[in-house]
């Protein structure tokens, strides 16, 4: 048995076709269940009238994190340790075959979760968006390259078997995993809940896999204030989980993630402040010759690597210089994450 599980904050523009998309899988659900989260437009009855439960959250301060512990807390009990929950966003539409290949693949790995992978809408042709559309397609092959392995479960579409979440919430009572010991599927002590919960998972033994058929359609950010705002929680986010969990077996491949990025950051700079002293001191810049013949092969990885969005992401990637810009944007989160870090600044949710 599948129930599938939609956290909704004023959803009223996507809930009833998300609803219907789930309904028309090729292995649908069992049972499609709406938790709407102090929603003040049409969610709830729209939900409703597509053909899913719905339930409403009590006294929630924890956003998606809480909505989704308190439904979780109410279906736990209903299900079997063999069934499975899907959790999936409220503006997201998984694949077609979305559940009929997860479930396959839950069956061949026993306690995997199954998360799914970023697909970009068919409409949008900002530079904005093709550029994060070529962050996630090149997420995407090195999931490939990885044999399917994934590093985060995503909070757009996640198959859960019932036996893990129960783990999990024993594991929090006892104090296996690190944090509050309360017993809840997500930490609400975190502003990235679904990080979190792969760092909780990967401690207890459970692999994370991600098919290349589970794609999920969903939005990225339209503009480059809303795009900074997710990343420094996305940034921040990491940067509190592992130190919660500490340098161990599981998160020293994030750790030397994050300590690869400020290393490439720095990298970068020294470069420029090394061209910019050249130029200053000697009016001129001629790079070497094994610089100017290695460039074809960088640009030719960049275009490979994005070929899953087409023509438009190939001549951004092939462009160099938007890619290169967004760049530096991402050093500027991660500095700026750092930074709060450091001074014990919060990144708000």
Not at 225 to 252: E, H, I, M
Request: aromatic letters at 8%; proline letters at 5%; glycine letters at 8%.
């Amino acid at each position: 048995m599948i129930v599938a599980l939609i956290p909704a904050h004023n959803e009223a523009e996507w809930i009833e076709p998300v609803v219907k998309n789930l309904a028309s899988q090729t292995r649908p659900p069992e049972r499609i269940v709406v938790m709407s989260d102090n929603s003040t437009d049409d969610t709830v009855a729209l939900a409703g009238a597509a053909g899913a439960e719905v339930w409403e959250s009590a006294g929630n301060a924890h956003k998606k994190g809480g909505a989704l512990n308190q439904a979780l807390d109410r279906i736990l009990g209903e299900l079997d340790d063999s069934d499975y929950v899907f959790v999936q966003d409220a503006d997201t539409m998984p694949a077609s075959r979305w559940l009929e290949v997860a479930s396959a693949w839950a069956a061949r790995h026993p306690g995997a979760v199954i998360s799914g992978r970023y697909a970009s809408p068919p409409t949008g042709t900002s530079l904005l968006r093709i550029i994060q559309e070529n962050e996630f397609a090149r997420d995407g092959r090195a999931i490939n390259r990885r044999g399917n392995k994934t590093r985060i479960v995503v909070g757009t579409s996640a198959l859960f078997p019932v036996a893990t979440l129960r783990a999990i919430i024993s594991a929090r009572l006892s104090g296996a995993l690190p944090g509050p010991s309360v017993g809840e599927v997500y930490s609400t002590a975190s502003i990235t809940e679904d990080y979190e919960l792969t760092l909780a998972l990967k401690t207890l033994g459970f692999a994370t896999l991600s098919p290349p058929e589970c794609d999920a359609v969903t939005d990225v950010m339209h503009t480059v204030p809303a795009l900074w705002r997710q990343r420094l929680r996305w940034q921040r986010g990491a940067f509190t989980d592992l130190r919660t969990y500490g340098l161990n077996r599981v998160t020293a491949w994030y750790y030397a993630a994050q300590a690869m990025w400020g290393f490439g950051m720095l990298t970068v700079v020294l470069i420029i402040v090394q061209i910019a002293l050249v130029v200053a001191l000697t009016g001129h810049f001629s790079p070497a010759p094994v610089w100017i013949g290695t460039l074809p092969l960088f640009m030719a990885h960049r275009i490979l690597s994005v070929q899953r969005t087409g023509a438009k992401g190939m001549l951004v990637a092939a462009a160099l210089i938007p890619e290169t810009i967004y760049d530096f944007f991402r050093y500027g989160v991660y500095l700026t994450c750092a930074w709060r870090a450091i001074t014990g600044r919060q990144t708000q949710w």
